[in-house]
Nanobody, 124 residues
């Protein structure tokens, strides 16, 4: 069983920055594709960003391209999401996800492992 624990959420003003972290319990983290999703109130969950096991490949939702950066530290079993130039529409609960291949994630099929989420609120 893979455990994923997100942290780093909070309240930030528009234009501000936050860095989210996702700590994974599983030793296989270093060989796993990792993903960030988010879900805003009253909306469906949506894909944010994905990173390959070695960090070479990344992909982003159009709405966050150029503002968000996904990265990972395999020595620390930790996934990150650096969020800059935040907008009110970025307000959501952010989840990390694991268990799917990179191509399956791109095709819209997330893995079976989810964290509990961390709340991000962008408001003045």
């Amino acid at each position: 069983q893979v455990q994923l624990i997100e942290s780093g959420g909070g309240l930030v003003q528009p234009g501000g920055s936050l860095r989210l972290s996702c700590a994974a319990s599983e030793r296989t983290f270093s060989t796993s594709t990792m993903v960030w999703f988010r879900q805003a109130p009253g909306k469906e969950r949506e894909f944010v960003a994905v990173i390959s096991w070695n960090g070479v490949r990344t992909d982003y939702a159009e709405s966050v391209k150029g503002r968000f950066t996904i990265s990972r530290d395999n020595d620390r079993n930790t996934l990150y999401l650096q969020m800059n130039s935040l907008k009110p529409e970025d307000t959501a609960v952010y989840y990390c996800n694991a268990g799917a291949t990179y191509d399956n994630v791109i095709a819209g099929h997330p893995g079976q492992y989810w964290g509990q989420g961390t709340q991000v609120i962008v408001s003045s």
